[in-house]
């Protein structure tokens, strides 16, 4: 359901653009979903970075506040993760989920984003 891409091997300082298309889900499915990156390290659980909640609100975790940008497109179906000043702890398994209403969850298949010093 869900497509990720953008991920890569940056240095510290650098900049990376999420994408997440969910190409197979319908419109009317997606508008009103509840849109989300996580982000997995190396031996640790998966975290909540960035959402987008049903009402619109996003929240970020406080390690990315300032340096990371959730958005959506609706008529594209995509859900971005705009990362700058990126740190060598932003490195990880990035996943798109997203939270339908009344179909479930979803999750994407991960994209690698590896920051170096």
């Known amino acids: 359901q869900l497509q990720a891409s953008g991920g890569g091997s940056v240095q510290a300082g650098g900049s990376l653009r999420l994408s997440c298309r969910a190409n197979?889900?319908?419109?009317?499915?997606?508008?009103?979903?509840?849109v989300a990156w996580y982000r997995q390290a190396p031996g640790q659980q998966r975290d909540l970075v960035a959402e987008?909640?049903?009402?619109?609100?996003?929240n970020y975790a406080d390690s990315v506040k300032g340096r990371f940008t959730i958005s959506r497109d609706n008529s594209r179906k995509m859900v971005y993760l705009q990362m700058n000043s990126l740190e060598p702890g932003d490195t990880g398994i990035y996943y798109c989920?997203?939270?339908?209403?009344?179909?479930?969850?979803?999750w994407g298949q991960g994209t690698q984003v590896t920051v170096s010093s």
């Open positions: 989920h997203v939270r339908t209403r009344a179909n479930g969850a979803y």
């Open positions: 197979r889900m319908i419109t009317s499915t997606f508008n009103p979903s509840a």
């Open positions: 987008i909640t049903t009402g619109g609100n996003k």
